[in-house]
């Protein structure tokens, strides 16, 4: 089975799997999942509704990254997308106004190198499924 992995920072704490807290803001990061089939209803409903900018982009690795940030009363919420062949990850940070683009720049460079790991390999090869066929 197929997972995204990514190396956080060593100061960031760990906290539940998938979850970190970077300085006073905390980030949750999902396990490899459908992509959503409306992105833009998805985030808004991520960032309650509250105004934001579609932004997208294309991280390191190689794997585009769509994006939709809103203020909430003293914070700050981010919703990354991270779209993985017809999968993705997603990234929700959040944080308080101060802390917020700190935060923010951290999480984008740690993602932005996270790879696929496919796992023990459970495929055969062309010549393995051929075995055995007359020529």
Same mark, same amino acid.
């Given at each position: 089975?197929?997972?995204?992995?990514?190396?956080?920072?060593? &100061?960031?704490? &760990?906290?539940?799997? %998938? *979850?970190?807290?970077?300085?006073?803001?905390? #980030? !949750?990061?999902?396990?490899?999942?459908?992509?959503?089939? =409306?992105?833009?209803?998805?985030?808004? !409903?991520?960032?309650?509704? #509250?105004?934001?900018?579609?932004?997208?982009?294309?991280?390191?690795?190689?794997? @585009?990254?769509?994006?939709?940030? /809103?203020? *909430?009363?003293?914070? *700050?919420?981010?919703?990354?997308?991270?779209?993985?062949? =017809?999968?993705?990850?997603?990234?929700?940070?959040? &944080?308080?106004?101060? &802390?917020?683009? /700190?935060?923010?720049? *951290?999480?984008?460079?740690?993602?932005? !190198?996270?790879?696929?790991?496919? %796992?023990? @390999?459970?495929?055969?090869?062309? /010549?393995?499924?051929?075995?055995?066929? @007359?020529?």
């Amino acid at each position: 089975m197929e997972r995204f992995v990514f190396s956080p920072p060593a &100061a960031w704490r &760990a906290g539940s799997p %998938g *979850q970190y807290v970077i300085g006073d803001a905390k #980030l !949750t990061v999902s396990e490899l999942m459908a992509f959503p089939e =409306d992105l833009a209803v998805f985030l808004s !409903t991520e960032l309650k509704r #509250l105004p934001f900018e579609l932004e997208r982009a294309v991280f390191p690795s190689g794997w @585009p990254v769509f994006a939709g940030t /809103a203020r *909430q009363g003293d914070g *700050q919420r981010l919703v990354l997308v991270l779209q993985i062949i =017809d999968r993705c990850v997603i990234a929700w940070l959040d &944080a308080p106004i101060v &802390a917020f683009e /700190a935060a923010r720049v *951290q999480v984008v460079e740690a993602l932005g !190198t996270g790879t696929l790991d496919w %796992g023990e @390999p459970g495929f055969l090869c062309l /010549a393995e499924l051929l075995e055995g066929v @007359p020529r």
